[in-house]
């Protein structure tokens, strides 16, 4: 059975900061791996999608990185500004099924 | 541009009571659906996900069902609301063309209160 696990649950950063959150799977039989915006009392707004046959994924200030076989992905944020405040989910999309299983999430705090 | 619709967003409903929980995706056709839940502070659990209409797979057993009656439609539902009902439900749709997933997308969620 496919866990997934977010490390760490809580972070509280300065502005400027480059930082990096950290999500592991135990099964490697995944299709992708996705990580995900969440804001307070809203839907969840997708970052990057990172294919199993790929390494990483940037977009601006993101940048993803998948490793299969240790069953870790990161996600790296350069120059962390406050509006870059939320939880940050990761989910992997699990081989020979059509479920996309979810970590509990690393809740972001970039003080000003 | 495909968009996904859920609504209510907010409902306030006692104990015993029916639920019925809507989603819709425009823009796209046969999409994977699924249906979330998020209790305060703690992580999204599948509770159920269709490939087709008319096909639903369970992933919590409890007094929640859903239905696919269109191609774009999902609906969540309870004859009987309870207590630890109570969250954040998100309507989720992924497309499918070539492999089983590709990425997810969500809607802007319904919060649910019973009392």
């Known amino acids: 059975k496919q866990e997934v696990t977010q490390i760490p649950a809580a972070l509280s950063v300065p502005e400027g900061e480059n930082l990096v959150l950290n999500c592991s799977f135990t099964d490697s039989a995944i299709y992708n791996l996705q990580w995900f915006r969440q804001d307070p009392g809203k839907g969840l707004t997708s970052l990057l999608l990172?294919?199993?046959?790929?390494r990483e994924q940037t977009s601006g200030r993101l940048n993803a990185s998948l490793d299969k076989s240790s069953g870790r992905s990161t996600l790296y944020i350069a120059a962390s500004q406050p509006g870059d405040s939320a939880t940050y989910l990761c989910a992997a999309a699990v081989s020979g099924t059509y479920k996309y299983i979810f970590g509990t999430g690393t809740r972001l705090k970039v003080l000003a | 541009s495909q968009t996904i619709h859920q609504w209510p967003a907010t409902l306030v409903q006692p104990v015993g009571s029916p639920l019925s929980l809507e989603c819709t995706v425009e823009?796209?056709?046969?999409?994977?659906l699924y249906w979330y839940r998020q209790a305060a502070g703690r992580g999204l659990q599948l509770l159920f996900y269709s490939v087709g209409i008319g096909q639903i797979s369970s992933e919590v057993p409890q007094n929640l069902s859903a239905s696919r009656p269109q191609d774009r439609q999902f609906i969540l539902s309870s004859k009987k609301l309870l207590l630890s009902d109570s969250g954040f439900y998100l309507c989720?749709?992924?497309?499918?063309?070539?492999?089983?997933?590709?990425?997810?997308?969500f809607g802007e969620g319904s919060r649910l209160t019973v009392l």
């Open positions: 990172i294919q199993s046959s790929q």
């Open positions: 823009g796209t056709s046969n999409p994977n």
């Open positions: 989720a749709w992924s497309d499918r063309t070539g492999r089983p997933t590709g990425e997810l997308f």
